[in-house]
């Protein structure tokens, strides 16, 4: 065969290196001191391509092309294996909802096999949605559209915005159908069938070492350690051969730490909400893994959270997700104890966390509001304040940010209430009265005076305020919304939605005016739709 696909060189290191299942056979069952077991994906009727990501190609080094043989929805639906790839599924547990869950594990994931390119760079292949695995539980190892376009495109949407995560190289429809209660209502229906590839330098999660540590199979875990060490965290060995110590288990635990840290003030800058903010549910990279029920805050709220199933007790709402990143790194500091042996450096790089987020979280506010830099005295306040204002009416976050960068500190003197509200007033739900428009314009006065003294103090002026704070604050989102118009649209066959909001998402924080239709606050009909504002974690 002389295909583009056969260019692809696979070093399954993985496979190679660590403890594999004995067991072969497919079927579901506890698997112990093993990483992984082989399996095989489950082939389908007619697999299709939906779309595909060529700059997620061109890291496997392959060319945009590729996506139009015929072989590529055939490997990348499940069909066929290639030579060099090794499929298997991992096994890992988790912390659900605050509640240790056992055994998870890759229910419908699996791994092809690890991608070296020409730079060096490995890059593990995962199918999801490709059939069941030793670990599917009670559950049938698929995927359907809704979700896989879902995760399609946040995966590259995520990525354009410099967020960390994982890639998505295709979307693949099998041609099969897929049966799915998506409200939970026991009106089961027959959706559409797909898989995503995506990419990531692994797939690792917290999980994944929580398992071992939970049965007490520490040989296990200390291997897997150590692998993830070599293979993705090797500036922190003081040798490549050196022996890995307490102290080098540490010092990855902290950058574990500060990774995630970064990773939670990107989320909350652009206002994403993971919704299912499980241990299992958390890289080891530091990456956003996992698209299910997320969302995008519309209208700026720290209570909201897309998902159904945590309607009731909000655990992962927006607003919580640092907290709750910091309570999921207890959970991994717990499971690596036994490589450590000591209490107070783990809780010193808890701490750390705390630090980093506060850094990186203040530094965020200071560009959204394109200050030169978070002065703790006066921005603490003037962020505390805008925070309440954005709450006190329904505000849609992006679009604030966006239309505030509008303001000129050149035409302000005298402007009435009405006046400063104009500036932001497409960000507001339903049109503010006056006691809303006062609150507005009174932040925006301290605003603009702090502007003011940032322009004398620090010579900025209102073109570099305004490049600060547009390369910060996108100004295309996902919106759950235009994520459910493309499914609709694939649904019924028809791909370009999809195609154009993956072209749109390339570049958030440009001002793409031929699209300025997509920079709009969510229409009322999606208010209470499913799938444009709330979500079921049914996929
Ligand atoms: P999630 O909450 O989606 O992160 O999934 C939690 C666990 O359920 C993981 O072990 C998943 O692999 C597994 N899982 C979710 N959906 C399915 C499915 N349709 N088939 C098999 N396993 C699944
Ligand atoms: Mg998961």
């Given amino acids: 065969m002389t295909t583009q696909l056969n260019q692809l060189r696979f070093d399954n290191r993985l496979v190679r290196e660590l403890p594999a299942d004995p067991e072969t056979k497919n079927y579901r069952r506890q698997v112990t001191g093993a ?17 595909g990501a060529s700059e997620v190609a061109a890291l496997l080094d392959l060319p945009a092309s590729v996506f139009s043989q015929a072989e590529f929805a055939q490997v990348f639906g499940g069909n066929q294996v290639l030579d060099g790839m090794e499929p298997h599924a991992c096994c890992y547990g988790g912390h659900q909802f605050g509640n240790w869950a056992g ?20 890059w593990t292949l995962q199918l999801k949605g490709a059939g069941p695995t030793p670990y599917s539980r009670t559950a049938d190892g698929l995927a359907v559209l809704r979700s896989s376009v879902r995760e399609f495109l946040c995966s590259e949407a995520m990525f354009h915005l410099g967020v960390p995560t994982t890639r998505a190289l295709s ?48 040989d296990v875990l200390k291997q897997l350690a150590d692998f993830t060490i070599r293979k993705d965290f090797a500036h922190l060995l003081d040798h490549k051969s050196s022996d890995i110590t307490a102290e080098i288990y540490l010092r990855w635990f902290n950058e574990i730490c500060l990774t995630t840290a970064q990773l939670m003030a990107h989320w909350m800058r652009v206002g994403f ?11 080891i990279l530091g990456l956003t893994i996992d698209y299910g029920p997320y969302g995008w805050l519309e209208g700026y709220d720290p209570d909201w959270t897309p998902n159904t199933t945590d309607a009731q007790g909000r655990r992962y709402r927006y607003g919580t997700q640092p907290r709750v990143a910091l309570w999921n790194l207890a959970q991994l500091a717990n499971a ?13 790089a808890l701490e750390r966390y705390r630090i980093e987020y506060e850094h990186c979280a203040q530094r965020d506010m200071a560009n959204k509001l394109g200050l030169s830099q978070f002065d703790p005295v006066q921005d603490q306040s003037l962020t505390e304040n805008l925070l309440q204002v954005l709450q006190s009416a329904e505000i849609d976050m992006t679009i604030f940010y966006r239309q505030l960068a509008h303001l000129s500190l050149d035409d302000i003197h005298q402007y009435t209430d009405q006046q400063w509200v104009d500036i932001v007033r497409s960000a507001y ?6 006691k809303a428009e006062a609150m507005m314009a009174n932040w925006m006065r301290s605003y603009a005076q702090r502007l003011q003294q940032d322009f004398v ?20 989102v996902l919106r759950n919304y235009l994520a459910q118009q493309a499914i609709d649209k694939a649904a019924g066959g028809d791909n370009s939605e999809v195609e154009k909001l993956l072209q749109i998402l390339r570049k958030p924080y440009a001002e793409q005016p031929e699209h300025e239709a997509y920079f709009a606050k969510r ?5 209470h739709k499913a799938g444009c504002s709330m979500l079921s974690c049914s996929s």
């Fill in 429 to 434: 739900y339903s049109a503010p009265d006056i």
């Fill in 457 to 476: 103090l620090n010579g900025n002026d209102n073109i570099q305020r305004r490049e600060r704070m547009n390369a910060v604050n996108p100004k295309y």
């Fill in 103 to 122: 055994q998870l594990g890759d229910g419908r994931a699996i791994n092809l096999g690890e991608v070296r390119n020409q730079q060096g760079e490995y």
């Fill in 523 to 527: 229409p009322e009909w999606a208010r």
């Fill in 336 to 348: 690596l104890y036994p490589l450590i042996n000591a209490v107070e450096p783990l809780q010193q």
């Fill in 35 to 51: 990483v992984y077991s082989r399996v095989n994906p489950t082939p389908v009727k007619q697999p299709r391509l939906v779309a």
């Fill in 171 to 218: 979307l693949i429809t099998t041609g099969e159908w897929v049966r799915r209660d998506m409200f939970y209502d026991g009106n089961p229906q027959l959706e559409p069938g797909a898989v995503v590839c995506r990419v990531a330098p692994n797939f690792t999660r917290f999980g994944n070492f929580e398992i071992f540590s939970a049965r007490g199979e520490i």
């Fill in 273 to 283: 909400v993971h919704g299912v903010m499980n241990t299992d549910n958390m890289s």
